[in-house]
């Protein structure tokens, strides 16, 4: 064959091939396209097909399918390019792949086991088997490589049991991947939209070296994440939004780095059980999480946490957050075995924070905590947590059903640890700082407390497994400031304190606490305006308190204390009534609650109390007014001195006490000695001074008492005296000046006369001397037993007892050797008088006086000289031994007489007689007094025979 021959034959040939390829496209066109129509395609559409067999172009364009019930598949434009030198090194290269204007559409077979797919009208065929071990593993000697892709209006929608989803690409961008190049970087971009949220991935990566690394920007705007989670967590409704960078590089380690913004809106939760829902939560900040041999090895946090409007409902509980925020810092180390060990440190910011559940309601304005955290983890389980930091609120506020606790300010700033063990916690460590600012607690219709500020600061340990609960603490110190406790019930004010501080507080709880210094100023009890009971300054040292056993006190120092009280017209104490009815009312069963105490007091050992010294310093006073009398008595009483000395309940031994007061202004009594009250109270000894008293101040206890109002006078008392084994023993030494009484109340004075079996002013009179003074020695004895020995008994023995005795004291010493005969009548006698004195004796029908009569009254002179309030009453007596003398006498002259009297006669004669006879008596008496006593302090009585006794001597009676 020529070679023309040969030319014709090969272009014949070529032609033939390539009518054949286009025919065989065409061909294969309409096979693809009847081959849908078979597939239920209703109509399809392959607008072209075409290869360029020489550049290794191949285009696809105006692809259309329809199907009944279904979206249209449609594809506008596909076009492959394939790099054919690539070929003869065994590379399969292809430089572009452009696609442009798809539409696919993946469903779900209905009713069909196992689950059948399908694009449009195509089913998708089922998993591939498993290849045999009998198939080749061996690596192909072919390689791939793509060197761009380009993608533009790409559509896909899914209809499947999980829900249905929508992607659309709006641009897509891929480039340089092959795979015998593995440094090459390889780009990625796609912008689009994803169930209608806008999106855009940009990724620079390179997946093929060993150390493969990728780093991804990834944006989302409002994701609704529900047509993902509603398959497995269909009550989950909210969107999500990302500005996110991934850096990731994996070999035999795996670093994953994440930097950006992540943020969930309008998220809610419901269910039958709860429902919570969260307007806001954002993220932004950087992570970093490293694996190694496929374990977890650290992860960590870096950025910001913000949370608005947080609700959670529950059966039998309600949380509300208006917001919260988080910045700072957290790692979590990893080991073989788990997790090791998380740190955090950063900030925590909550506002409005809203609480409430069964019988209990929780409010907070705002909280923070800026801080350290450490958790530290063993094989087992949490081995310790460590915080350091700063807790701080404000405007929380707790209602519960017996219970309302409010504080405007508080906080918490310093360390706390909490050590665990196989069992569990096992020990919880506190040291720093504690305040609060503005407290209140309330519970309703009983009791209001409130603290303006309370500062804390010191260590605290508590082991948590010992029963009961051990409390440990070293040098602690609590200060407090404007503490105020009221009765809610009739809106009693009982506690104001101004300020307290506790320093060196030591707790070995339950068994012991010590204080090494408690000052307290501003103390107030039953505070009222005008009326408050007590208020003093407080400083106490050195307390061992052992728990129901033993409280031990260096020293107590009340400091500028004042008592006011009051005594009601009824002698009740108001101020202590007050306060007494305030603390009754904040027992819910103040019934029960008695019994419950009296069977814990029969029960339980009493409590040794031992106080080394407890005093009253500063400028410290005693108000007190007594309403129950007329008029009210008022007095203030200045505590110059009060010490006592070596108490102890537990012990036999005595205090030592020391009294000193100062009584308007000018009256002092001092008062020192020993008992042991506080050990059993049987013995004692005391010594005491009372210098000028004025006694007009007395007065209305006097005019209550006796009936008489103290005009003038002074008094001072010297007591002393001591008691063993419960029985008293003493006397009083009293002097008083110039008193002077009025009488004011007849009823009172007539009762108290015959108490006295005198009137008080016979009785002034015979105890004060010429200088107007009264000294009186008087024994008090008596027993504590004895119901009788209390104030007013007291003052019933001075005044009765006492003064009766010091009256015949004074009168026998002053008659000696003549008073034989005195004694006090329960009346005033027939001539008035209240004593009488031993009588003056006469001989029978006389009427002069012997050497005894005359001396008995120079006595009696000297005594009325000495005592010039005393008044004397002097009564002549004629008896049956003057009426024989007499009637036989004048029976005698009778007898002479011319005219005889008749016995009528002669008895009136007889009775005159007799009369002038005792009134010459009395007359002599007061004759030879008044020599020296003015006579208007001699009184006579009108004289009246006394005939019934035979035995009866001729007297004169002497009567004060």
């Known amino acids: 064959m020529s070679i023309k021959g040969f030319v014709r034959g090969i272009a014949i040939t070529v032609v033939v091939v390539f009518l054949l390829l286009h025919t065989g496209l065409q061909v294969g066109r309409d096979a693809a396209v009847q081959w849908l129509l078979d597939q239920g395609a209703s109509e399809a559409k392959i607008y072209a097909v075409s290869i360029n067999w020489f550049t290794g172009k191949v285009k696809l364009s105006g692809v259309v399918v ?18 054919y030198p690539a070929l003869l090194q065994q590379r399969i290269l292809i430089n572009d792949v452009t696609l442009n204007g798809v539409a696919l559409y993946l469903h779900e077979q209905a009713n069909a086991e196992p689950r059948q797919f399908a694009i449009g009208p195509v089913a998708l065929p089922g998993p591939a088997a498993e290849p045999s071990a009998e198939e080749s593993t061996e690596a192909s000697a072919w ?64 997946p093929l070296p060993k150390t493969k690394r990728s780093e991804l920007h990834l944006k989302l705007s409002r994701l609704p994440v529900h047509s993902f989670t509603a398959p497995f967590l269909p009550e989950l ?154 807790l701080r609120m404000s405007a929380l506020e ?25 069992s569990g916690a096992d020990q919880v460590a506190l040291n720093g700082q504690l305040n609060a600012a503005q407290l209140r607690y309330q519970m309703p219709e009983r009791l209001e407390a409130q603290v303006n500020a309370i500062d804390w600061q010191g260590a605290v340990a508590l082991m948590l497994q010992q029963q009961p609960v051990a409390i440990r603490g070293d040098e602690g110190a609590l200060t407090l400031q404007g503490v105020a406790v009221k009765a809610l019930k009739g809106d009693q004010a009982l506690v104001n304190l101004a300020q307290a501080r506790l320093s060196g507080i030591g707790l070995a709880l339950p068994e012991e606490l010590t204080l090494t210094e408690l000052l307290a100023t501003g103390l107030e009890l039953s505070p009222q305006p005008d009326a408050t009971l007590a208020a003093l300054d407080l400083s106490v040292t050195d307390v061992d308190f052992s728990l129901g056993e033993r409280l031990a006190v260096a020293r107590i120092d009340l400091q500028n204390l004042k008592v006011k009280e009051q005594l009601s017209v009824a002698k009740q104490p108001q101020s202590v009534a007050r306060f007494q009815a305030g603390l009754a009312t904040l027992s ?169 079996s005198m009137p008080l002013g016979t009785a002034i009179s015979v105890l004060q001397d010429s200088d107007d003074n009264i000294d009186l020695d008087i024994p008090i004895s008596g027993s504590l037993d004895d119901p009788n020995f209390g104030f007013q008994s007291v003052v019933t023995r001075l005044a009765g007892k006492g003064l009766k005795k010091a009256a015949f004291s004074i009168l026998l010493k002053s008659l000696e050797p003549y008073g034989t005969l ?49 008044r004397l009453n002097i009564c002549g007596q004629a008896v049956q031994q003057d009426q024989v003398l007499i009637r036989a006498e004048l029976e005698e002259q009778n007898s002479q007489r011319k005219t005889p009297f008749t016995v009528e006669e002669l008895q009136v004669l007889e009775q005159q007689q007799l009369i002038n006879l005792a009134q010459q008596r009395s007359d002599l008496i007061k004759q030879q007094l008044t020599v020296n006593i003015p006579g208007e302090r001699l009184f006579s009585c009108f004289p009246v025979p006394s005939l019934d006794d035979p035995q009866a001597k001729p007297t004169a009676t002497l009567g004060l």
């Open 143 to 206: 390689q791939f490589g793509l060197a761009q892709v380009r993608v533009s209006d790409f559509s896909w929608q899914s209809q499947l049991q999980e829900g249905s989803h929508q992607l659309h690409i709006d641009h897509a961008a891929l480039d340089t991947f092959y795979t015998w190049q593995e440094d090459a970087i390889t780009h990625l971009a796609i912008q689009g939209a994803i169930n209608g949220a806008g999106f855009s991935l940009d990724t620079e990566a390179q």
């Open 588 to 756: 819910a069963d103040n019934d029960n609650a008695a019994n419950v105490n009296a069977s814990a007091t029969a029960a339980e050992p009493a409590l040794r109390v031992e106080v080394n010294e407890l005093l009253v310093s500063g400028d410290s006073r005693v108000m007190f007014t007594d309403n129950s009398t007329k008029p009210p008595f008022s007095t203030e009483m200045l505590i110059d001195k009060a010490r006592l000395q070596g108490v102890d309940s537990g012990s036999q031994s005595s205090a030592q006490f020391e009294l000193a007061l100062r009584l308007n202004n000018f009256t002092t009594f001092d008062l020192s000695g020993a008992t042991d009250m506080a050990g059993g109270g049987e013995n004692a000894n005391w010594e005491g001074a009372l210098k000028q008293l004025d006694l007009p101040r007395l007065s209305p206890y006097s005019i209550e008492y006796t009936g008489y109002y103290l005009q003038n006078g002074q008094l001072a008392l010297h007591s002393s005296g001591q008691l063993d084994s419960g029985q008293i023993s003493g006397k009083n030494e009293i002097k008083i000046h110039r008193l002077d009484v009025e009488p004011v109340d007849q009823e009172q004075m007539a009762k108290f006369s015959k108490q006295l």
């Open 237 to 390: 409704q909210a969107t999500l939004s990302t500005d996110l960078v991934l850096t990731i590089v994996a070999d035999d380690n795996i670093s994953i780095i994440q930097n950006g913004e992540i943020q969930l809106d309008d998220v809610a939760w419901v269910t039958n059980e709860m429902s919570a829902s969260q307007r806001s939560l954002t993220w932004k900040g950087k992570t970093n999480f490293a694996m190694s041999a496929g374990k977890p090895e650290s992860v960590t946090l870096d950025g910001h946490l913000n949370l608005s409007r947080l609700g959670l409902t529950a059966a039998a509980a309600q949380v509300n957050l208006s917001g919260g925020q988080w910045q700072g810092s957290t790692a979590l180390d990893f080991t073989d075995t788990g997790l090791n060990k998380v740190g955090v440190t950063g900030q925590v910011d909550l506002t409005e924070l809203g609480l409430t559940a069964e019988g209990m309601q929780v409010e907070l304005d705002t909280a923070g905590w800026q801080g350290n955290t450490a958790v530290n983890f063993m094989p087992t389980g949490m081995d310790q947590v460590d915080v350091t930091g700063t």
């Open 822 to 870: 005195i004694s006090m009548a329960a009346g005033a006698v027939q001539d008035g008088s209240f004593i009488s004195l031993d009588p003056v004796v006469f001989a029978p029908g006389g009427a002069e006086l012997d050497d005894y009569a005359q001396g008995y009254l120079t006595k009696i002179e000297s005594l009325l000289t000495e005592r010039k309030g005393m």
């Open 66 to 83: 329809k199907t009944p019930d279904q979206p249209d598949l449609r594809l506008d434009r596909l076009q492959i390019a394939v790099d």
């Open 398 to 422: 707790m209602v519960a059903d017996a219970i309302n606790v409010q504080l405007d300010n508080g906080g918490w700033q310093g360390r706390s640890v909490i050590d665990f063990n196989a």
